[in-house]
């Protein structure tokens, strides 16, 4: 079975500095696909960027970008510059090639301080 | 701006009620799920559908919730009866299956309350 571990619950950062979120997971898989999730307070899910097992370059839009390691099946998000806006739960999830069931880390909690 | 629109956005029932709760999936788009998040178990998969078929509701207790999908621009997740453990938030999403992946839009969720 695979499985999605977000290991920190709450993180908080100062605004305009970086932070990084942790997820690992656990697959016998090798074609898979790795996202983050923002849910706001709002509760929308909001895609905030993916991963293709098969690429070996870390994805990246704009502030967000992942440490990929797929030998260690580590899947962490760091944001850059950090933002009021960027405050929200984080999930991390994983999704199987050619499977929908997507399975969802508990997630962490960031706070921006201003 | 194609988003997927849940209603309702709250639901207050009583225990034993009948709850439908439903989903405009993003137009043009061939797959829709279910999830459901709580506290305890965080976000799950109840059921999905691609062309309207159900291809997957194993994540869904039977005896109590059904999903159909009466039309490409509707889908419903129905419980009955309902019980306070069914308290939670209902999350449709929709996506484009492209015979590898399916990105998933998510909506903004029900949230339900069974007292």
């Known amino acids: 079975a695979q499985t999605v571990t977000q290991s920190q619950p709450e993180m908080s950062v100062q605004e305009a500095e970086t932070v990084t979120l942790s997820c690992t997971y656990d697959?016998?898989?090798?074609?898979?696909?790795l996202f983050w999730y923002k849910q706001p307070p709002s509760r929308q899910m909001i895609l905030v960027i993916r991963?293709?097992?098969?690429?070996?370059q870390n994805a990246t839009e704009n502030r967000f970008s992942v440490n990929f390691q797929k030998a260690a099946k580590s899947f962490s998000l760091k944001i850059s510059d950090s933002q009021l806006g960027d405050a929200a739960m984080y999930f991390c999830a994983y999704r199987r090639r050619g499977n929908n069931d997507m399975r969802f880390g508990a997630g962490t909690r960031l706070t921006v301080k201003p | 701006d194609a988003r997927v629109t849940q209603t309702p956005r709250h639901k207050v029932t009583e225990m034993g009620q009948e709850v439908t709760m439903r989903c405009q999936p993003i137009?043009?788009?061939?797959?829709v799920f279910w999830y459901r998040q709580t506290m305890m178990q965080g976000l799950e998969l109840l059921a999905y559908?691609?062309?309207?078929?159900?291809?997957?509701d194993s994540g869904m207790p039977k005896d109590r919730f059904s999903a159909e999908m009466p039309d490409a621009t509707l889908a419903t997740l129905k419980i009955q009866p309902s019980e306070p453990r069914d308290s939670a938030v209902y999350f449709c999403a929709s996506g484009w299956w492209t015979g590898r992946n399916t990105e998933a839009f998510f909506g903004q969720g029900t949230r339900l309350t069974v007292v």
């Open positions: 559908f691609r062309n309207r078929a159900p291809l997957d």
């Open positions: 137009l043009g788009h061939n797959t």
């Open positions: 697959t016998s898989e090798s074609d898979y696909y």
């Open positions: 991963q293709e097992a098969y690429k070996q």
